[in-house]
């Protein structure tokens, strides 16, 4: 089991770019949140099988149809098993 920490950045809001991931996740059995942030990037922190988080990741790379991903930091943490589902947080941070 694994942990990434990612940040996403580019045209990334506005494209159905947290939605895709959270179908993206069900369907791979990833679980976690995303969100976008002020600064127009989006956020995600993804658990799960490694091979289903890197796929998730990799997905995030180039994201929905609409979606202009120019760069993406992706950082691992330790897994932790903290959450039941994947979901989309609607707050800035």
Not at 1 to 19: D, L, P, W, Y
Not at 41 to 47: N, P, Y
Not at 76 to 87: R, T
Request: net charge negative; charged share 25%.
């Amino acid at each position: 089991m694994t942990r990434e920490h990612v940040s996403i950045h580019g045209k990334v809001q506005g494209v159905f770019f947290r939605a895709s991931a959270k179908d993206m996740a069900y369907l791979l059995g990833v679980k976690g949140w995303i969100k976008n942030c002020f600064d127009g990037s989006v956020e995600a922190v993804f658990e799960g099988e490694k091979e289903a988080v890197d796929s998730v990741v990799n997905w995030c790379r180039k994201g929905p149809p609409g979606a202009l991903v120019t760069s993406i930091d992706v950082e691992k943490e330790k897994y932790l098993g903290e959450f039941n589902d994947f979901s989309i947080v609607y707050s800035h941070a």
